[in-house]
């Protein structure tokens, strides 16, 4: 039989089109299973040696071990994490670049008068990986051994204590901004440039107390060259369980910590997303990880993408409120 050629064309394209529709899905699915295909890149937005460091560093180390690939670490620090931040949010939304990130992204929305990235509208969640408490410790100096004590003995000497932190506008210094405001303290705040230099002085009475990452006093406290008084997370720490929590003693419900968590791009397909959620998942459950983790004194967390994005939207209210009433300002 003879078949016109327009319609020989005509029947060749559809057939060709429903080729194509019928491995479009496998397609997909190769490209998929194919994924990492190729070293992915971790951004870190602080310095190296720092406690997100430290903790971006573990989790890397086994997330390459389960996909197969090299997760290489990537420092760009500075701007409380805004660098970094702006750079993974201008990225290909491939899954090939990973924003490590911390708290500090929800309170940069309040704190800076012009920001080059939007949390929510240019990244995309995929999981809470970790908390690093925050501790308030005081100079061996001052006469106090709880966290009453403490209060009682800083109403005592308004304007003659001062507070360090790791910055304007970091967690240490919005979380003992929000304590000493509770507690009708009067106090000093002295910003450092991290929190090594903060330690220091005030383990050299420089400076009287502070609210700084557990990890990065942790030494101080056993050389007992600083007093641990309290934690700031809901419940008390296994490392320090002697240790009363602020929620326990003198701020029912307050709970702050530096928290962790990955993101990537907007826009990164939701398969890509789920693969690294689930080997995020999958790294905090192993116990070479926990172990590491818990040295440190960081808490594994653990969420799914959805889980995380709401948790960022509260705490980005949270810390709105904080930051409006510090009257604190960043360029």
């Known amino acids: 039989m003879h078949i016109p050629s327009t319609r020989r064309t005509a029947l060749a394209l559809s057939f060709a089109a429903a080729l194509a529709a019928t491995l479009a899905p496998w397609g997909a699915a190769q490209a998929q299973a194919a994924y990492p295909a190729k070293p992915i890149t971790m951004v ?13 560093r573990v989790l890397a180390q086994k997330m390459s071990e389960q996909m197969g690939q090299p997760i290489v670490v990537d420092n760009r620090a500075g701007a409380n994490g805004n ?13 090939y670049t990973l924003l490590y990130n911390t708290s500090s992204i929800t309170l940069s929305p309040s704190l800076y008068k012009s920001l080059s990235y939007d949390v929510l509208r240019d990244l995309a969640p995929v999981a809470l990986t970790a908390v ?24 005592a000497h308004p304007d003659k204590l001062s507070y360090g932190s790791a910055g304007n506008g970091n967690v240490t210094h919005l979380a003992a901004y929000q304590f000493v405001r509770a507690q009708g303290i009067v106090a000093t705040h002295v910003p450092y440039k991290g929190s090594a230099p903060a330690d220091v002085d005030l383990a050299a009475g420089q400076i009287q107390f502070m609210t700084d990452t557990i990890n990065s006093v942790m030494t101080f406290v056993k050389d007992k060259r600083i007093k641990l008084l309290a934690v700031t997370t809901a419940r008390r720490m296994a490392l320090f ?21 990955l993101m990537v791009p907007a826009g990164t397909p939701a398969a890509v997303v789920q693969r690294l959620h689930a080997e995020v998942d999958k790294a ?7 172990d590491r983790l818990a040295v440190q004194g960081a808490e594994p967390l653990g969420s799914t993408p959805d889980e995380y994005g709401a948790y960022l939207r509260k705490e980005l209210g949270r810390w709105a409120t904080v930051v409006k009433a510090s009257g604190v300002t960043l360029e």
């Open 284 to 290: 905090l459950k192993s116990a070479d990880v926990r």
């Open 44 to 56: 870190v937005p602080f310095p190296p040696g720092g406690p997100t460091d430290l903790v971006a």
């Open 83 to 95: 660098i970094g931040a702006a750079a993974v949010s201008k990225a290909a939304a491939d899954g």
């Open 241 to 261: 369980p002697e240790v009363p929590t602020l929620a326990e003693t003198v701020m029912p419900g307050f709970e702050a910590g530096a928290w962790q968590g």
């Open 132 to 155: 690093v408490p925050l501790a308030l410790v005081v100079h061996p100096s001052v006469p106090a051994n709880t966290v009453a004590e403490f209060v009682a003995y800083a109403k």
